[in-house]
């Protein structure tokens, strides 16, 4: 019996195993090969202080978490034919675990096994941001950091992040001006697939772009004693208002939160960083003329491209404000608004673009048609009058004859020489930008009246 | 050589082969509460305590039929893809392997993330010197642990939304005993554990979790043959309570079943109370 028994369990182990092991049915693909390379949270008083002083709030992120987990493995598993019925089905499952959330944050692999698989290093810098997310959330709900002292208690969070992960896993702390232009997508077939195929979830995403400045936000007007009022009252305008009226854009931390974003301008960008990385991902994986291969090697060209590289820093306060008393608490036309910093900033490049790609010039008319296509291309959805697919498809429908660069279409290439020229460009006018302003973190906010925040 | 001499010089050799986020449930820890474990150690700088109690009903056995063992175990993720975990557990009642413990120290290296082919794999080493009532020689254990997904039930994707993460990870040891006893309860020179573990998340904040696996005595003669069955429940998310229990089979089993129960904490310290400069 025993004899029995211990065969039978050693064929059963290897035979499990085995069986396990081999070949996923019908696919062929190439071994990923890399380390897992998880760094742990920063060890700090704050710890967990956002998920006990504000835990609604945070069930709230972590509801977000889990669609943003899950729309991975969707776009990529699911039929692009069938797009329109995932994006209803998915937008309803998403609302009913934002509305009832879940009280611990799902990481990235949880609900996307397929895609944590397929690019592990997409999810590692997801999900280390945010660590990175949750340690300054934690910084500013935690009352016994004085008022003063949130800035160097943010800073040394800012630190850990960008040093204790492997290169080009960090977020810059660069703003979206220039981490777009070394990203150079512009022209790749995948441009805004998401966006434009699946405008119910991605406006759900736009709706968590709102809401963790928004969270911040209150923060920095309440101070440390009144923040439960100030956060309760963003949950009720999420909920209410904008849950059920989505923003049409992705909106960026200096318009959201722009006290936050003069304290720490460096963690504002990494979160817009981010939030940008969310949008391509979605948008390769979502594109269907592309291997996982050719999308593994385009998703880590981007991670790259816009993570941090020593020298950001200097450009960390390069950017203006647009609403800088914005009070977290609302929701005002402009925030709704298809048209917002972000479009500004892909305005920008396709205006750096043009003269490369049509060095003879464009007639008023074609050059008309041009903006109108990349203003219906950065829109929610398709319109009438958009040639559906990507701006490049859309360009050389309207305004043939496009000197195509060498990169910019191509998986895993960069437009080399576009994306110099961009950069070049926008340094240029980065000169002229004054830094946006520090906060004074001297006086305290509070609902009540004011402190003098001391050390 | 002087038999904690020994153990020292192999813990030095675990500590010299180099250095997870918050507690994690679905990063499976030997004991917690299952015995096969993942090929996943915790992240770098993580530091995790870990405790579970284990009560075992065995059969055959003279003295007594029942031992209830603690462990107490600390966890560190010294360096990225490896762990550093001591523990010491003591076993009380009225078994014959009873009124003793242990004192064991581990090193643990992932070499792979899981792709879409390629099991994620790990290899562990450890020693492991009793104390106590009767205790044994001092043993090494060498460990192999891999770890692979399978995916949804329709691995076509046609219906991700039933989409449900499960994984099996297989374990195999072998352990060296550098000075067994002799006589009556001779133990073995070498012996080994062999087990098939699996996994899969039954909501946000559980995963369930089972084995079965074969662990040959240090007695000869005598084996652990368990199947187990148990959940991890994350409470907060530097905190995971996990429960399961096992039955035992096969006719040269030790235990007729087994309870375990435990916890496990992500620190938040050491750290400076000083504010940064």
């Known amino acids: ?455 | 050589m002087p038999k904690i001499v020994r153990a020292a010089l192999a813990a030095a050799l675990v500590a010299s082969a180099g250095p997870a986020l918050a507690a994690d449930h679905t990063n499976l820890e030997e004991g917690l509460p299952i015995t096969v474990e993942d090929a996943y150690p915790i992240k770098e700088n993580g530091l995790e305590v870990q405790s579970y109690f284990q009560y075992n009903r065995t059969r055959n056995d003279p003295r007594g039929l029942s031992s209830l063992m603690a462990v107490p175990r600390v966890e560190w993720g010294a360096f990225k893809n490896f762990q550093l975990s001591v523990e010491a557990p003591y076993r009380v009642g009225t078994a014959s392997d009873t009124d003793q413990g242990a004192f064991r120290a581990q090193g643990f290296y992932n070499f792979n993330q899981e792709d879409l082919v390629l099991p994620a794999l790990a290899v562990a080493l450890g020693v492991n010197t009793p104390y106590g009532r009767m205790a044994g020689g001092t043993e090494t254990e060498l460990k192999f642990l891999a770890t692979k997904s399978i995916g949804t039930p329709d691995p076509e994707g046609l219906s991700p939304y039933s989409y449900v993460p499960r994984r099996i990870h297989f374990n195999a040891s072998w352990f060296h005993n550098y000075d067994p006893t002799t006589g009556r309860e001779a133990e073995r020179r070498d012996r080994y554990r062999v087990g098939v573990g699996y996994s899969q998340l039954v909501s946000n904040n559980v995963v369930l979790v089972a084995d079965i696996f074969r662990e040959t005595d240090r007695e000869r003669g005598r084996a652990v043959n368990l199947a187990e069955i148990g959940a991890r429940y994350i409470v907060t998310p530097q905190t995971v309570l996990t429960g399961g229990v096992g039955v035992g089979f096969g006719g040269d089993r030790r235990q007729d079943f087994r309870v375990t129960a435990g916890l496990q904490h992500s620190l938040s310290f050491p750290y400076s109370f000083d504010p940064p400069r």
């Open chain 1, 1 to 455: 019996m025993a004899g029995m028994s211990r065969r039978a369990l050693l064929t059963g182990a290897a035979g499990v195993f085995g069986a396990a092991a081999s070949l996923p049915r019908g696919v062929g693909r190439a071994l990923a090969l890399e380390q897992r390379n998880g760094v742990s949270f920063l060890k700090g008083p704050y710890n967990l202080a956002f998920f006990y002083r504000h835990n609604r709030a945070y069930r709230i992120g972590a509801g977000m978490h889990f669609f943003h987990s899950k729309q991975h493995d969707l776009l990529q598993l699911t039929r692009f034919e069938d797009h329109a019925a995932v994006d209803a089905r998915f937008d309803k499952e998403a609302q009913e675990w934002l509305r009832d959330p879940p009280a611990t944050e799902p990481e990235m692999p949880y609900y996307s096994s397929y895609v944590d698989r397929a690019m592990h290093t997409l999810f590692r810098t997801i999900d280390w941001t945010h660590m990175h997310h949750e340690q300054t959330y934690d910084v500013m709900s935690f009352r016994e950091i004085p008022w003063a002292e949130k800035k160097v208690w943010t800073d040394r969070t800012v630190r850990y992040y960008l040093e204790m992960q492997t290169p080009g896993v960090p977020r810059s702390v660069a703003p979206l001006e220039l981490t777009m232009r070394r990203a150079g997508i512009m022209m790749k077939p995948y441009l805004n697939h998401f966006r434009n195929f699946y405008p119910l979830d991605q406006s759900l995403f736009y709706v968590a772009h709102w809401w963790h400045p928004a969270v911040y936000e209150a923060q920095m007007i309440s101070g440390n004693h009144d923040q439960e009022v100030a956060i309760k009252a963003v949950e009720e305008t999420m909920y209410r208002e904008i849950l059920n009226d989505r923003p049409q854009r992705m909106v960026l931390s200096r318009e959201i939160m722009p006290r936050y974003s003069r304290m720490s301008p460096e963690s504002a960008n990494i979160f817009d960083n981010l939030h940008m990385l969310h949008g391509i991902a979605y948008s390769i994986l979502a594109y269907k003329g592309w291997s996982v291969e050719e999308k593994r090697a385009e998703m880590y060209r981007v991670i790259e491209a816009m993570g941090y590289q020593p020298g950001d820093e200097v450009y960390a306060r390069k950017f203006r404000e647009p609403h800088p008393g914005y009070d977290p608490r609302t929701y005002p036309a402009w925030v709704r608004s298809p048209q917002g910093a972000m479009g500004m900033i892909m305005m920008d490049m396709l205006m750096e673009m043009l003269p490369m790609m049509y060095p003879g010039g464009l007639s008023k008319d074609r050059k008309a048609a041009v903006m109108r296509q990349m203003m219906m291309n950065g829109r929610l959805g398709i319109e009438p009058g958009e040639v559906p697919g990507s701006l490049h498809d859309a360009l050389m429908q309207v305004a043939p004859g496009m000197r195509m660069m060498p990169g910019s279409t191509e998986p895993g290439e960069t437009p080399a020489m576009m994306v110099e020229h961009m950069v070049s460009a926008w340094k240029a006018k980065a000169a002229r930008i004054p830094d946006v302003a520090p906060i004074d973190m001297g006086v305290e906010p509070s609902f009540g009246p004011a402190r003098v925040a001391v050390r």
